[in-house]
């Protein structure tokens, strides 16, 4: 005791100092921890999954404004499938950026952040190669089968008010969406740049489940 007291350190001294000595290694611990969780948020929201929200009608009575989805960026799609995708060069087409902008846009392309890109929610009727129909009457036929289409509202008799006949190029889908009558499509594009036809590689993902309701 006498050692202590001539030291003029207290032990409420010696408790504070190994306190703060011990304080840096645990922040350091802390930062390397939350790092590690913003990676790896980063590299499952580029690679695996991503969240979106609905914004318009165009996919009633299944999804709805406000809904929130979320896209599974590593499964496969088909005939069916309701799909998340970059309408750009199909459903619009973007304006040129260069210089600083498109390094900017490739970057964050790679991380799966598309910040001056448009998506769009639609279900994919057609793939490469199909020939798709809807007659007169409004019935819709791909590769010459009639299709059921089972998603569409109760009020629904026909695939679409306007008649068309399609080929679809290898490597593009031609989508619509399940509320027919209030829906921008490859059916509103057929005409333009691109036919509306989405490109594959610009599909972000298939929807996996719908986890909140906008309604």
Do not use: C
């Amino acid at each position: 005791m006498k050692r202590h007291a001539a030291s003029g350190r207290s032990p409420e001294g010696a408790t504070s100092r190994r306190g703060r000595a011990f304080g840096v290694p645990w922040r350091r611990t802390a930062i390397g921890v939350l790092s590690v969780i913003v990676v790896g948020m980063l590299l499952v929201h580029a690679f695996w999954f991503e969240t979106f929200t609905v914004p318009s009608r165009s996919m009633e009575p299944n999804y709805g404004a406000g809904d929130r989805i979320v896209v599974d960026k590593r499964a496969e799609f088909a005939r069916g499938d309701v799909v998340v995708f970059s309408g750009e060069g199909s459903l619009y087409q973007p304006a040129e950026r260069g210089g600083v902008l498109a390094v900017i846009d490739t970057a964050a392309g790679w991380l799966g952040f598309r910040p001056d890109e448009q998506d769009y929610l639609k279900r994919i009727i057609g793939v490469g190669g199909d020939h798709v129909v809807v007659d007169h009457k409004g019935v819709l036929t791909v590769n010459g089968r009639r299709v059921a289409e089972p998603y569409l509202g109760r009020g629904s008799k026909r695939a679409s008010a306007q008649p068309f006949s399609v080929r679809v190029p290898e490597g593009k889908l031609f989508v619509m969406g399940d509320n027919r009558d209030d829906s921008d499509d490859s059916r509103n594009h057929l005409g333009d740049p691109g036919g509306g036809y989405v490109p594959v590689d610009k599909v972000v993902g298939r929807v996996a489940w719908k986890y909140w309701s906008g309604s």
